[in-house]
T-cell receptor, first 116, second 112 residues
Framework: DTGVSQDPRHKITKRGQNVTFRCDPI?????LYWYRQTLGQGPEFLTY????????KSRLLSDRFSAERPKGSFSTLEIQRTEQGDSAMYLC??????????????FGAGSRLTVL | EDKVVQSPLSLVVHEGDTVTLNCSYE??????LLWYKQEKKAPTFLFML????IEKKSGRLSSILDKKELFSILNITATQTGDSAIYLC????????????FGTGTRLTIIP
């Protein structure tokens, strides 16, 4: 499978616990994005990487959220001290990131988080 | 603040009908507008539009952009039950802001 892979697909946790999601992008893509989607809403931007550099973080990304892409390949998104409001689908996407534009994102199937 | 607004929020039609989905935007430094289809999982790419008045077409789906009036439409003709999905519109800005800003989506339901 050469698409964007996310793991786990579903995570149920108790409030206050930490969770970590992993994303493996398409191998030749140098940009990687994290989005959050709640029911009835479109995806909301959280953060993105160009190779291993984190270039932008949304103000939605509180200090409980941290994302890394240590070797410019896979990425992790960690949420510490989860709250019920963190329940959402966390989508990862990647793109080639051409300087000329045409920044079409390819999405993974998402990791659904439920905080009890 | 950049805004992408889609309408209607939901639409129910019978198989064979034609539908038009709308997307308007208010952003600075517009580069392109993209349409995605989301069924139960990952959004999948449909079209990217960068120039006004040039229709993009793929089978029964087509889309066009109006950069003067700041909107795009997505048309689906002869709808089928497999077209049932959420259709997302997103806008990409110019260099230095290379993320997509999405609308809330239009939920399309096709009744057999």
């Amino acid at each position: 499978d050469t698409g964007v892979s996310q793991d786990p697909r579903h995570k149920i946790t108790k409030r206050g616990q930490n969770v970590t999601f992993r994303c493996d992008p398409i191998s030749e893509h140098n940009r990687l994005y994290w989005y959050r989607q709640t029911l009835g809403q479109g995806p909301e931007f959280l953060t993105y990487f160009q190779n291993e550099a984190q270039l932008e973080k949304s103000r939605l990304l509180s200090d409980r959220f941290s994302a890394e892409r240590p070797k410019g390949s896979f990425s992790t998104l960690e949420i510490q001290r989860t709250e019920q409001g963190d329940s959402a689908m966390y989508l990862c996407a990647s793109s080639i990131g051409l300087a000329s534009g045409a920044n079409v994102l390819t999405f993974g199937a998402g990791s659904r988080l439920t905080v009890l | 603040e950049d805004k992408v607004v889609q309408s209607p929020l939901s639409l129910v039609v019978h198989e064979g009908d034609t539908v038009t989905l709308n997307c308007s935007y208010e952003v600075t430094n517009f580069r392109s507008l993209l349409w995605y289809k989301q069924e139960k999982k990952a959004p999948t790419f449909l079209f990217m539009l960068t120039s006004s008045g040039i229709e993009k077409k793929s089978g029964r789906l087509s889309s066009i952009l109006d950069k003067k009036e700041l909107f795009s439409i997505l048309n689906i003709t002869a709808t089928q039950t497999g077209d049932s999905a959420i259709y997302l519109c997103a806008v990409e800005l110019n260099f230095g802001n290379e993320k997509l800003t999405f609308g809330t989506g239009t939920r399309l339901t096709i009744i057999p």
